[in-house]
């Protein structure tokens, strides 16, 4: 651990986050939450807050009924004095969410917040206020910057399990107190059905929370909509959220196994009653940005696009990456031209431009899909390729020449400090490219770090493409598929720079926050 002290949120954990604490909805085995209809709006799937910077923050919550949002903010949990913030009406158009963005904060600076939920007929009548805190961004560079990143929720059918505790693994993230955590991708499994029970290795069983809309792949906006309020049944999430803000991205899981742009589902999956991803897609990407706060998909945002940076401070910029949106087909991914590639053209262009106006010690590249492990594609019967990488260790082809021309930019324009962080497939690794050992020559040194998953099955190590000369300095995987949750190999990754030497410390860490890995990269430099 570093040795800077933590945020001051200690006295929060034990005051105004108890009321999101005691948010523990009734759900049994089976059951879908059952709220209190006494009148006043409801808060029950707790709060969140998003895409925090120096003075500003998106705050977000969902009633249970048509409800004028109320948000007050106070620099103590007293709320002496609080400011005042009117939010959206939130109804049925929503699934009755909604976000407020609170501007002009005080940067480096604990921000204790409440919601207030009221009748939309009588100001007055207002629901239980839901309280949580966050912290601004420093500008002060002394006050360095430590954040968590995973992914890969609730998949192959390994949902909330009550036996266990829930997701356990955010207990143990909130325990680290980061200054936000950035979710790389497969936030539900919308593809993925959740039963009342599967059967263990060892003969035991797990035993699921159950809802109508994770009984089937989802399709229709009100399925979508419920994968993701599914997650929030969790207490321990719920906690989370109150405590720590996120940065969300998106991959295939959100809408399907793999998809791409385009994609026509064959008849023969007989699970999909309509055969259109773009449908799909279009349905998740708004249920996507109705229950999580992100600066570029709230209403009223003009860039209506998961990709965006996040400036933290003179230390951190957060590149945050959709490689599903814009991407090509999924194929073998041997062409040698790709102008498409996975990012799409528009897309890196904006990602160079970006990367080259940052002014940070350190351009965290959120990937979320790994460059140079082998992902494969069988959903259509052929060998096709989900990611970069195809297992073909020459020169770049396919999708490959994308990242090439990227990484050739940021070699010519010396562009120093850029890591890659990523979760997909479901293991923890370390990689270190080194074009003395690529095919592909014409870059500098760096380092992709992989973890998650976060409550999902777990899977052997994917192969490594020597096309840019990856390394495995470090790996934690099961030798068999799909280990669950209750076998291990759950991870989360921390990155913790300090505000002093400017060095970035990644700490690899299992499910109970115990470390595995640690590498200490130096500033300043365009290769590592």
């Known amino acids: 651990m570093s040795d800077r002290p933590f945020p001051g949120r200690r006295s929060v954990l034990r005051g105004s986050l108890a009321a999101s604490a005691a948010l523990t909805l009734p759900v049994g085995l089976g059951a879908a939450p059952a709220f209190a209809r006494s009148g006043r709006p409801e808060a029950g799937w707790g709060v969140q807050t998003g895409d925090v910077t120096a003075d500003s923050g998106l705050v977000w919550v969902r009633a249970d009924r048509p409800a004028r949002m109320i948000v007050e903010t106070s620099a103590t949990e007293s709320f002496r004095a609080p400011r005042r913030w009117q939010g959206p009406l939130l109804g049925a158009g929503t699934d009755f969410t909604g976000t407020t963005r609170l501007h002009g904060l005080p940067s480096g600076e604990q921000i204790h917040y409440r919601v207030l939920l009221a009748d939309p007929d009588d100001p007055r009548r207002t629901g239980e206020p839901v309280t949580g805190t966050f912290r601004t961004v420093s500008r002060r560079r002394r006050d360095g910057v430590r954040f968590l990143w995973s992914g890969d929720l609730a998949g192959q059918g390994w949902g909330i399990n009550p036996d266990r505790g829930g997701y356990r693994i955010y207990e143990a993230m909130a325990k680290l107190d980061p200054d936000f955590f950035l979710c790389s991708g497969d936030n539900i499994y919308a593809d993925g059905p959740i039963a009342a029970t599967q059967a263990l290795p060892d003969g035991g ?43 969300i991205q998106w991959d295939d899981h959100e809408v399907r196994n793999n998809w791409y742009p385009g994609e026509v589902i064959a008849t023969t999956d007989t699970r999909y009653t309509e055969k259109s991803v773009d449908v799909l897609a279009a349905r998740a990407r708004r249920a996507f940005g109705e229950y999580f706060p992100i600066s570029t998909l709230r209403r009223g945002a003009k860039e209506g696009r998961v990709h965006r940076v996040l400036r933290q401070g003179p230390l951190l910029d957060v590149f945050v990456l959709d490689m599903r949106t814009y991407r090509n087909a999924n194929s073998p991914d041997d062409q040698t031209v790709d102008p498409q590639g996975i990012m799409g053209r528009e897309q890196l262009e904006w990602l160079k431009r970006e990367l080259s106006r940052s002014r940070a ?32 260790p020459g020169a770049p082809l396919g999708r490959e020449l994308q990242i090439a021309e990227l990484l050739r930019f940021v070699k010519h324009r010396r562009i120093t400090g850029t890591v890659w962080l990523t979760a997909d497939v479901h293991h923890t690794s370390a990689q270190h490219y080194q074009p003395s050992r690529a095919a592909f020559t014409d870059f500098e040194p760096f380092w992709e770090f992989v973890s998650g998953p976060l409550n999902a099955g777990a899977f052997p190590a994917s192969a490594l493409d020597g096309t840019f000369g990856p390394e495995r300095v470090f790996v934690k995987a099961p030798t068999a598929s799909n280990v669950s949750p209750a076998g291990g190999y759950q991870f989360f990754g921390e990155v913790d720079i300090d505000g002093g030497s400017g060095e970035l410390t990644v700490r690899l860490r299992e499910q109970d926050g115990s470390v595995l890995f640690t590498r200490t990269l130096r500033p300043g430099l365009v290769g590592q």
Do not use: C, H
Request: aromatic share 10%; no cysteine; proline share 5%.
């Open 205 to 247: 069983t797990w035993r699921n929370v159950t809802t109508e809309e994770k009984a089937k792949v989802a399709e229709t906006l009100a399925d979508f909509r419920g994968n993701f309020r599914y997650n929030l049944l969790d207490a321990n999430l719920r906690r989370f959220n109150a405590q720590v803000p996120s940065v």
């Open 361 to 392: 010690v350190w351009k965290v590249i959120a990937a979320d899909m790994p460059i140079g492990l082998v992902v494969p594609d069988t959903t259509e019967g052929r060998p096709n390729f989900e990611a970069v990488a195809q297992g073909d």
